[in-house]
Structures are given as structure tokens and as C-alpha cells.
């Protein structure tokens, strides 16, 4: 079994800061990719950032130049720097990781979301 809990969202004017974490416990044996999701309120959920076992990242381009994705390989952790916020960031984040458990067994995992608003 696997646990992944996001922290650090809040509520920001825009124009501000903010880190999310997500750290990753459990059966862990390897984790491959790790991302950022995001779904606003009516919207579907969709592709914020991801980065690689070996630190490949990729963005949306709504946030090229703003959120910074990184990872900490010993603590199962992945970030999200985001800076210069918009209004239209407000949204319910999630973390995923594609574990491989203990057991050899590979499956895609969610965090619970944290919530992030920016406020105009």
C-alpha cells in the first residue's frame, strides 16, 4: 500500500507564492515519474507538470515560466514552486507516482488534492 499527501496550498493574492509538496510512504520499492495535476470546478483534470526518475520535466504551457517542478529522490518527494500567480491557477492540485511496490507490482497513485486559491 502506498500514501501520497500533498501540503503547502492556500490562499495567495495574485502576484504570489507557493509550495506544494507531496510526499510518498508505504511498500515503496522505485518510483518512475511524478507529476502535478490540477482541476478547477467544473473543468477536467489536467497535466500541470511532470518530471522523470532522472529529472526530464515537462509543463503545461499555462505555466511555462512560472511553476517550477523538482523531486527529492531519497525522500519520495515531489515539489511544486509556483510563482506569479493568476486567478485562473485556483484549483484543486493533486500529486501522482508511478510506484513500483515492494511486491513488483507498478501502478499509477493519487494524492487527496490540496487547494490552491489566488485571489484578484
Known amino acids: 500500500q502506498v500514501q501520497l499527501v500533498e501540503s503547502g496550498g492556500g490562499l495567495v493574492q495574485t502576484g504570489g507564492s507557493l509550495r506544494l509538496s507531496c510526499a510518498a510512504s508505504?511498500?515503496?520499492?522505485?518510483?518512475?515519474?511524478m507529476g502535478w495535476y490540477r482541476q478547477a470546478p467544473g473543468n477536467q483534470r489536467e497535466l500541470v507538470a511532470t518530471?522523470?526518475?532522472?529529472?526530464?520535466?515537462n509543463y503545461a504551457d499555462s505555466v511555462k515560466g512560472r511553476f517550477t517542478i523538482s523531486r527529492d529522490n531519497a525522500k519520495n518527494t515531489v515539489y511544486l514552486q509556483m510563482s506569479s500567480l493568476k486567478p485562473e491557477d485556483t484549483s484543486v492540485y493533486y500529486c501522482?507516482?508511478?510506484?513500483?511496490?515492494?511486491?513488483?507490482?507498478?501502478?499509477?497513485?493519487w494524492g487527496e488534492g490540496t487547494l490552491v486559491t489566488v485571489s484578484s
Open positions: 501522482s507516482m508511478g510506484v513500483t511496490t515492494t511486491n513488483l507490482r507498478y501502478a499509477d497513485y
Open positions: 508505504g511498500s515503496i520499492f522505485s518510483i518512475n515519474a
Open positions: 518530471i522523470s526518475r532522472g529529472g526530464r520535466t
